[in-house]
């Protein structure tokens, strides 16, 4: 895995790799503005054409003014704009401006269009007010350019921990960032302005934590290995767990059979559906390898599921559940059995929300999987409200209850009980359909069936999902994608994992 930080634990680890590893300040800045600069002559060559270097007073300007002066030394056409009051400078940016000057790199009072690179190094991941006045116009004036456009640590405008727009923001191609990615650069709307993003090493890294790690995690697919669920040659279908899907409602059979077939890709040994009596055939004819309970429509005992709780490993409860009577009980009764790992998706969400304060008075290892409608009504947060810190809903969901918060989103947020939370960065647009949600929540149900803990199989879960979606859209083009085009990609996604 990635380590993932905001704006103040990114400032935690310079100061202490400053102060107690005793790197110079100077030092960090020089190593920063040479990655910056190295990346600009890997991609572009000496005669590209004139390039802007953009400095604010702040350290990120110093960087600027450092990258422009090896740029200059290396034969590049380069000018420097300050647009601000030198006697605002911090003491390292002043240094670097000098210096710049005593090497007679070109300065302009003004910006023009004729560059065909521009550099945004103007304001830092520290930025925590909005971009206004002469700064905003010239942002907004750059972003109308064809140039190619490239940010210093951060894209000035985008706020380093939600991602957020800060008034308005510069619009870079590349951003080349220092030490580690940082929360806002991949939560959108930040990582539209973000582009392609380099993580540089400067000196600051894992030793800099001094064992306060960050908060914030994502994967890639070289982590992947290390996660799955160890198979071995000497098994069979009961070393691999069971897992029980109560799912589908009276012709809604399409939910339960994208969760079984998930929880078997996912490496499950044995999957039973319990589901209304209406769904038996289908479901006998498109998953042969489910066992299959069903219950009468109307019924009220429901004294079958007992049997099928106490027989699973883990449990999904949900997906084309319906919000009937029946619903409500199965959900009921899958809640208060607290030594099963279980997920709640869907509709059993939707039942969830109109008194979460069961939750609190019921007890197990618990995750929930709500897109951004669900997790409004069961925290009374409107749409938009969540969406502008999607972190702190989903943290605060997860401390409150006690469970792993999977809350999806174009970046699926998982937060755990305590405190760490991954960012995950597979999926696309074509995932954006129906049933999408179903194979998802059975997929994560089949890691649990196996052995591993909520806040293993929720981040594993959610990036093979996006994996096997980006496979699909390659495959078939993102406009034309089904959730089964997904589900039949996720046995490839984890090969290519593993």
């Avoid at 002043?94 to 269009?113: C, H, I, N």
């Avoid at 929880?263 to 489910?290: F, H, M, Q, S, W």
Wanted: net charge neutral; glycine share 10%.
């Amino acid at each position: 895995m990635r380590y993932l930080v905001n704006s103040r634990e990114m400032k935690r680890y310079d100061n202490n790799t400053m102060e107690y590893f005793g790197v110079p300040s100077a030092a960090l800045m020089e190593r920063a503005a040479l990655a910056v600069a190295e990346e600009i002559k890997k991609r572009f060559p000496a005669d590209c054409g004139k390039i802007l270097v953009l400095c604010g007073m702040g350290n990120n300007g110093g960087d600027g003014f450092a990258a422009a002066r090896m740029l200059h030394l290396a034969g590049y056409n380069v000018e420097i704009l300050f647009p601000m009051q030198e006697k605002k400078m911090t003491e390292e940016a002043k240094r670097q401006y000098e210096t710049a000057k005593k090497y007679q790199t070109p300065e302009v009072l003004e910006f023009s269009s004729e560059y065909s690179v521009i550099v945004d190094a103007l304001f830092g991941i520290g930025l925590s007010r909005a971009v206004e006045g002469e700064s905003a116009r010239l942002i907004e004036e750059i972003n109308k350019t064809e140039a190619f456009k490239i940010a210093v640590d951060i894209a000035s405008g985008i706020s380093a921990d939600t991602g957020q727009i800060l008034g308005t923001a510069f619009r870079a191609d590349l951003t080349v960032t220092f030490g580690f990615a940082k929360t806002g650069q991949l939560l959108y709307p930040g990582a539209e302005y973000t582009g392609e993003l380099v993580v540089a090493d400067i000196g600051i890294d894992k030793n800099s934590f001094l064992e306060e790690k960050p908060s914030g995690r994502y994967l890639k697919k070289d982590c992947v290995k290390n996660l799955l669920p160890v198979r071995k040659s000497y098994s069979n279908k009961g070393t691999y767990g069971k897992a029980l899907v109560i799912a589908g409602s009276a012709r809604m059979a399409g939910a339960a059979w994208f969760a079984a077939k998930a929880a078997y890709y996912a490496g499950c040994g044995l999957v039973r559906i319990y589901t209304v009596k209406d769904n038996r055939n289908i479901l006998l004819t498109k998953l042969p390898e489910a066992v299959l309970t069903t219950y009468e429509e109307g019924e009220t005992d429901f004294s079958s599921l007992d049997e099928c709780l106490n027989w699973a490993d883990a449990v999904l409860a949900g997906p084309g559940l319906s919000e009937g009577a029946a619903a409500h009980t199965l959900v009921s009764k899958t809640l208060l059995c607290a030594d099963k790992k279980t997920v709640f998706d869907a509709d059993a969400l939707n039942i969830l929300a109109k008194d979460m304060s069961v939750l609190k008075r019921t007890k197990g290892e618990r995750v929930f999987t709500p897109h951004l409608g669900e997790m409004s009504r069961m925290s009374g947060k409107s749409i938009k409200e969540i969406q502008s810190d999607i972190l702190s809903a989903a943290g605060k969901f997860a401390e409150e209850y006690r469970a792993v918060c999977v809350l999806k989103d174009a970046r699926t947020v998982t937060y755990l009980p305590d405190g760490k939370f991954f960012l995950n960065l597979t999926g696309n647009h074509g995932m954006a359909t129906g049933g999408s949600g179903d194979v998802l929540a059975g997929f994560l149900t089949g890691f649990l069936a196996q052995g591993l803990t909520p806040g293993q199989a929720a981040p594993l879960a959610v990036f093979l999902h996006g994996l096997a979606g980006d496979l699909a859209a390659k495959e078939k083009g993102a406009y034309g994608m089904l959730a089964s085009d997904v589900l039949e990609m996720l046995p490839k996604a984890m090969e290519m994992g593993a």
